[in-house]
């Protein structure tokens, strides 16, 4: 059972326009969200988190909102740049009391910039 | 370059061998974990210390796995008598503290 699921496998975007990546999750105890960006054949790059006590956070071109009442984050960039062509992993963490806050990872989508 | 490194970045064996992979984490992190990715999935969690103690192990580490981290710096993975179920990109990560963990590029394993 996928506790975290990105159903969008890819999206196309013009570059300058927005991207929005969505995500949604099922576990309640999940507390904190993060994005990671991944190139072919390089491990996870980290992008932007947020915590549950929030419901906002952006950093430069990246936005991320969640939504706790719908199990919901999505990752806004904008403007877009062909660079940002990557897969889009969506994780989340809780703390289950094993002090490990392993993260969760959804499937991920994979964007692409059209230039 | 102070970012997680991971040994070797490819790695094709035939069915039965042993294989070990290692990871240098960044040296002030004590969090270190283990993740597996296959085609189409995102990792998934395999194990994870703190420091030199391995505190929490996946379901997905069967017996054939072993990992350790001697001394609380560099860590290893072991593979013993691998299956082709095994192959799969095998992530490292470390993290100073929950809020983010920085990843390693990987070690591609391929299972003949």
């Known amino acids: 059972d996928q506790q975290v699921k990105q159903n969008s496998p890819s999206l196309s975007v013009q570059e300058g326009r927005i991207s929005i990546l969505n995500c949604d999750y099922t576990n309640s105890m999940f507390d904190y969200f993060l994005w990671y960006k991944k190139y072919p054949a390089e491990g996870p790059t980290f992008l932007i988190s947020i915590s549950s006590i929030k419901d906002k956070n952006e950093d430069g071109r990246f936005t991320v909102f969640l939504n706790k009442s719908a199990k919901h984050l999505s990752l806004h960039i904008v403007p877009s740049q062909p660079g940002d062509s990557a897969v889009y992993f969506c994780?989340?963490?809780?703390?289950?009391?094993?002090?490990?806050?392993?993260?969760?990872f959804g499937k991920g989508t994979k964007l692409s910039v059209i230039p | 370059d102070t970012g997680v490194s991971q040994d070797p970045r490819h790695k094709i064996t035939k069915r039965g061998q042993n294989v070990t992979f290692r990871c240098d984490p960044i040296?002030?992190?004590?969090?270190l974990y283990w993740y597996r990715q296959t085609l189409g999935q995102g990792p998934e969690f395999l194990t994870y210390?703190?420091?030199?103690?391995?505190?929490?192990k996946s379901r997905l580490l069967s017996d054939r796995f072993s990992a350790e981290r001697p001394k609380g710096s560099f860590s290893t993975l072991e593979i013993q008598r691998t299956e082709q179920g095994d192959s799969a990109m095998y992530l490292c990560?470390?993290?100073?503290?929950?809020?983010?963990?920085?990843f390693g590029q990987g070690t591609r394993l391929t299972v003949v």
């Open positions: 990560a470390s993290s100073p503290r929950r809020t983010k963990a920085f």
């Open positions: 040296s002030e992190h004590n969090r």
């Open positions: 210390f703190q420091n030199e103690a391995q505190l929490e």
């Open positions: 994780a989340a963490s809780e703390d289950s009391g094993a002090g490990s806050y392993q993260l969760t």
